[in-house]
């Protein structure tokens, strides 16, 4: 089975703050995703990273920065946390074919106050 | 960014009942995938579609690729409380970007 985790299912942090979120898979995947989940707006992709230190940006990349030094291991940074990117946010992989279905991690609940 | 049109947004059935939700969108795409969300946790893969016209089961879920590949729905049969949560398409471009666009939910809810 695929596993995906991301380092933490909640989070609370302060406005300004720095903020990293991980997410690790194990079924060596070349494909990473970072998405947030808002209530009627579904789900946007932030970043994509297609092989380790490459990075795309998503549709709103805008507040966030990414780094995947290591093929497992994609991190999504908030260099300055505000409080309209409190929200849901998943990690998924794929192997790599363009068709490939994406797996999800459980995702991390982050709050800024 | 752009979306996929996901209807209904919710329902409210009794257990036992079939159910039916489906996904449009004006531009065409040579994947579709249904995921099911439940509170708290991460999408979780139904069914994948990688042809037009691919009917596809999983259980008590049967899903299908449109024909005019712009839509997809998907079926639930005999409900049962545990069917409960959100429940997402996502497609894919012909472009073959490696990017999924996605539904915005359906909220379904089981009565026992």
């Known amino acids: 089975d695929v596993k995906v985790t991301q380092s933490s299912r909640y989070l609370v942090k302060r406005t300004g703050e720095k903020v990293f979120l991980e997410c690790v898979q194990d079924?060596?995947?070349?494909?990473m995703f970072w998405y947030r989940q808002d209530p009627g707006l579904g789900l946007r992709l932030i970043y994509f990273?297609?092989?380790?230190?490459?990075?795309e940006k998503g549709d709103i990349p805008e507040g966030y920065s990414v780094s995947r030094e290591k093929k497992e291991r994609f991190s999504l940074i908030l260099e300055s946390a505000s409080t309209n990117q409190t929200s849901m946010y998943l990690c998924?992989?794929?192997?790599?074919?363009?068709?490939?279905?994406?797996?999800f991690g459980p995702g991390t609940r982050l709050l800024v106050l | 960014g752009q979306q996929l049109n996901q209807s209904p947004q919710s329902m409210f059935i009794q257990e036992g009942e079939d159910v039916s939700m489906n996904c449009t969108s004006s531009s065409i795409f040579n994947t579709w995938l249904w995921y099911k969300q439940e509170p708290g946790e991460g999408p979780v893969l139904l069914i994948a579609l990688y042809k037009a016209g691919e009917l596809t089961s999983n259980g008590r879920l049967t899903a299908q690729f449109g024909i005019t590949r712009k839509d997809s729905f998907l079926n639930i049969s005999a409900s049962i409380p545990s069917d409960v949560g959100i429940y997402f398409c996502?497609?894919?471009?012909?472009?073959?970007?490696?990017?999924?666009?996605f539904g915005t939910g359906t909220r379904l809810k089981v009565l026992a």
């Open positions: 990273s297609y092989d380790v230190k490459m990075k």
């Open positions: 998924a992989s794929n192997l790599g074919d363009v068709q490939e279905t994406q797996y």
């Open positions: 996502a497609g894919q471009s012909v472009a073959g970007t490696y990017k999924y666009i």
């Open positions: 079924m060596d995947h070349e494909n």
